[in-house]
């Protein structure tokens, strides 16, 4: 899940750095860091001695920080999150791996958990994705389509055009349980590109349709009911759980914070009835990334570039399956908008974002630009992926907190069509 956030305290954050055993370059006799033409800092660099020792780099690095926010969706959150990164034996041959943990609650009732791991094993003979929630959750759907919720499926027998949403902004109120579970294990065929296969589990259960109502006259249905009735899904429960191939390359030199590289990911899922699925379906994953420098003195000063599509290939998804907006492995896309604001059986999402240091040479502190754009479809009503696309803008600051790992803490504000959102987060949006 995305942090959108209102922050409401000031935010702390207590970093450290632990292992049983360091990794060091070494010139000589003494422990160094490698150096460029503008080293990085880091904020501690602030009240540390300038004649003081560097501190050899450690193999394990985590930033704690209070998980604590307001919004609609939430009402009042509170809960704690960590951001970590580490290596495998050896450092000069391996990549970082890093990983995001969150446990929050909120006056809503709900109850969020999360644990995300992106982690390169040894000499990167393995790359392993994981992402795995357990929620107690309530969220608003829109309809279906990126001019949602205008365009709602209605079957000919039921003469009503929705149900009052005016209290609600156009959104249809849900609660529901979630359970996911999703581990890919992709081995090296060569160097950067990988091949894999995954295990994926996406379980709703106990859904409740706040605003559905069968009994009134005329009655109330929402977008989740028409969906489901028509599609043959139970409208309480259901889940897809299956099967993926992925092919993946990746030569950015970070994870955590790239300066260069590209990372493209094609991952085709199938989804079976013997494994759990409520019906059989695949999809397909298509992700590409980017990093262009701009300053061979300050590597942090580039542009990078953002693009993925979610697509439905075969059979019907549930509802709350679908392609929706904020729903990558990183729940990072679509800053300026409600998590899931724009759901379709396709989306194709893009972003573009402008980084730079604020600081010259210490390079502490950065700032970032960035542009994003969503489509989604509604093939039940004939609205194709570009036929609407909602954008949004925002501006944000960098503060690095751990300039081995690349590990910043990051304040953005992004601005949507009539949406808004505060974000804060312990690593770059991708």
Known sequence: MRNILLPIILFTIFAFESGAQTIRTTTGNKDTIPQRDCQQGQISDLWRKKDREPRPVKKFSALLYPNISSNPSNGFLFGAGGVFGWYFNPMHLTKVSGGVVSVAYTTKKQLIIFIKTNSYTSQDNLFLQGDWRFYLYSQPTFGLGTNAPDTIALPSTIHWMGADTKDYNGAYPMKYNYIKLNEIINFKIIKDLYIGVGYQLDDYYSISDQLLNLDSIPMQVTPHYLYSKKHGFDTAQYAISGL???????????????????????????????????????SLWTEFRTYV???????????????????????????????????DQRARSGRGYVNSRFRGEDLVYGEV????????????????????????????????????????????????????FRTNVNFDFAIGGQSKGFYLNGQETF
Not at 312 to 327: F, N, Q, R
Not at 383 to 397: H, M, R, T, W
């Open 244 to 282: 993926s191939l992925n092919v993946l390359y990746d030569s950015r030199d970070n994870l955590i914070n790239p300066y260069k590289g590209i990372y493209a990911n094609i991952n085709y899922r199938y989804n079976f009835t013997f494994l759990g699925s409520s019906q059989e379906s695949s």
């Open 353 to 404: 974002e402008y980084r730079f240091p604020i600081l010259p040479c210490s390079q502490i502190l950065g700032g970032v630009f960035f542009i994003n754009a969503t489509t989604t479809s509604n093939r039940d009503r004939n609205v194709g992926l570009f036929k609407y696309i909602q954008p949004a803008v925002g501006v944000g600051l960098r503060v690095m907190v751990n300039k081995y």
């Open 293 to 327: 420098g701009l300053s061979k003195k300050n590597p942090r000063h580039l542009v990078a570039f953002w693009l993925f599509g979610d697509f439905m290939m075969t059979g019907h998804i549930p509802y709350l399956s679908l392609p929706s907006l904020g729903e």
